[in-house]
Every structure is written in structure tokens, then in C-alpha cells.
């Protein structure tokens, strides 16, 4: 290959590997020694040599524990590929760990690496373009997430499984509560990728059924939880991962908003989703290997 056919391979195959990738110019991070901290957690993934990625959920999940709860950190005048590990909510939380996770799975310990990562897991095919690409509802986050080989959900090969269909149009029924909804042209962007999801149909397994021996012996530890809620227009109210103890007993691992900080659950999951009135029942997902 002659010189100038190597220099514009080399060129396309950047442009290839950095197409799907938010610049730092579109990034939004919460403090100045971020990188660092993300960085350093990579680390200690990586010297773990956990290969098994609900181990690694777990292992991360572990380190992240007693990180304050905040509401509403993706939320600005733009969107921008916002990354705070300083503060999380329920969603990202979830989206923390995975893109921990799917970093150290591929053998990387950069925070360039994991921000590829996070955009990968929080926006439509895996691209950040405008508050509409991002994945706001679970069934979208996990129809495409596991459409691109992200994730993987095993909810309908669980046994007893049950479905249920419902139209999710929450956000655009509720036009008030989302700013950015205010822009007739989000508005009606937002409006065009619900449509899709009219009379949607998803599995779940119902609360009363996960202390089963039949499903418990089907979880894992590290396995991540979507509560399906009974809230109309809305599929998922609220993200976890399950961990299990010594007993063998399920524990939910979450970014509380009643206890402010990311914690591990002292009941076990049965309890803690009879607590939750709005509650129904649960889908599982699991990180891709």
C-alpha cells in the first residue's frame, strides 16, 4: 500500500472509531478531577481481573456505595453527554456501572473509554443528538440497547412470566414537567418515537412471584432490575441491580431518592418491592459479555 493510501486508511478508520463518539467540546462533567476519579476506578476494575460482567456490575456497584442522590443531573439549556459520578440517580446509576463495566470488559482503563461507553448505553444508537436521542423511557433504552448487543433481557424465559401492554406516552402527556418539552420541534420529535410504543406489549415478573425457587434460581447476582410501575403512560419507574448474600438471599443495590445515596437494601427484594406500592413487578437485563 503506498503512502498516501496508508495515511487516508488510517484517517477513515479514526473517523469510523470516533463517528459515534461525543466530542469534549458536547461533554458536561461535574467537577475538574472527574477524568481522575474515573480513571482510578478503572483501575481497580482492571486489577481485579473479574471477567464476568454481572461481577464486575457488583464489584463497581460495591465501590459506588453511599454516592449521593441527585435528581435531574442530565437536565440543561442543551443536551450535552453529562458525566457526574459524583452524583447519581436511579438510571444513572445503572448507566454508570455498565459503562464501568463494558470498559474493563474490553480490556480499557481510560475515561475516554468509558464516556464512549456512556453515550453508547444513554442515547438512540448509541449517538448523542439533541434531548430527543436520548433514551428516556426503559422499554426504548432496552429495545435499543439490546438491539445493538449491549444488553440482553431475560425476563420472558424466566418462569411464570406475564405481559403487559401498555401506550407509553408519559413524558408528552406531561409536557409540563419536561423544559425542554417546550420546543415544539423536541416536543414533536419526542412525540414521533413514542409512537412506536402505542399499545407496546413487554414481560415482567410479577412482585409476588420473585421469591420463588423457580425464579430465584434463574437470577444472578449483578443481574440489573427495571420496576415496572402501575403510573399511566410509564413502562419503568425505577433501575437497580440485585445482589445476593451470603444466604443466597436477593438484596437491591439502588440510588435511593428516600435515602439520598446509593445503598444496599437490608431487606431482601421481595420486601423491598412489596414496599413500593407502585410496584407491579420486575424485567431483567444483563450486561453482554
Not at 437536565?75 to 448507566?95: M, P, S, Y
Not at 423511557?137 to 431475560?154: F, K, L
Not at 425476563?155 to 408519559?170: G, M
Request: aromatic share 8%.
Amino acid at each position: 500500500m503506498g503512502k498516501h493510501l496508508l495515511i487516508a486508511a488510517i484517517a477513515a478508520l479514526c473517523t469510523s472509531f470516533f463517528a459515534n463518539a461525543a466530542s469534549q467540546q458536547w461533554m458536561k462533567f461535574h467537577c475538574s478531577n472527574d477524568t481522575t476519579k474515573i480513571n482510578q476506578l478503572l483501575k481497580q476494575g482492571y486489577d481485579s481481573k473479574i471477567s464476568s460482567p454481572n461481577e464486575l456490575i457488583v464489584f463497581y456497584g460495591n465501590l459506588l456505595l453511599g454516592t449521593p442522590y441527585v435528581a435531574n443531573t442530565l437536565e440543561g439549556d442543551n443536551e450535552l453527554l453529562t458525566v457526574n459520578i459524583d452524583q447519581l440517580d436511579c438510571t444513572t446509576f445503572i448507566e454508570t456501572l455498565y459503562a464501568l463495566t463494558r470498559t474493563t470488559l474490553n480490556g480499557r482503563y481510560s475515561w475516554r473509554d468509558f464516556t464512549n461507553n456512556l453515550e453508547a448505553i444513554r442515547y438512540r444508537n448509541g449517538r448523542m443528538d439533541g434531548y430527543e436521542s436520548r433514551l428516556h423511557y426503559i422499554c426504548d433504552w432496552i429495545v435499543d440497547n439490546a438491539h445493538r448487543g449491549n444488553i440482553t433481557e431475560v425476563t420472558a424465559s424466566l418462569p411464570n412470566v406475564r405481559y403487559k401492554v401498555k401506550t407509553i406516552d408519559y413524558m408528552t402527556t406531561h409536557r409540563d414537567l419536561y423544559p425542554a418539552l417546550a420546543d415544539s420541534a423536541t416536543f414533536a420529535s419526542l412525540k414521533s418515537f413514542e409512537i412506536a410504543y402505542r399499545m407496546h406489549r413487554f414481560p415482567y415478573i410479577r412482585k409476588s412471584d420473585v421469591n420463588s425457587k423457580s425464579i430465584k434460581e434463574r437470577l444472578k447476582s449483578g443481574d440489573i432490575i427495571a420496576l415496572v410501575t402501575k403510573i399511566d403512560g410509564l413502562d419503568v419507574s425505577h433501575m437497580a441491580i440485585i445482589v445476593a448474600d451470603k444466604d443466597g438471599k436477593f438484596h437491591m443495590m439502588h440510588a435511593s431518592s428516600d435515602k439520598k445515596k446509593v445503598i444496599l437494601e437490608t431487606d431482601d427484594l421481595k420486601e423491598t418491592l412489596r414496599r413500593n406500592r407502585n410496584c407491579e413487578g420486575i424485567r431483567i437485563i444483563r450486561i453482554k459479555h
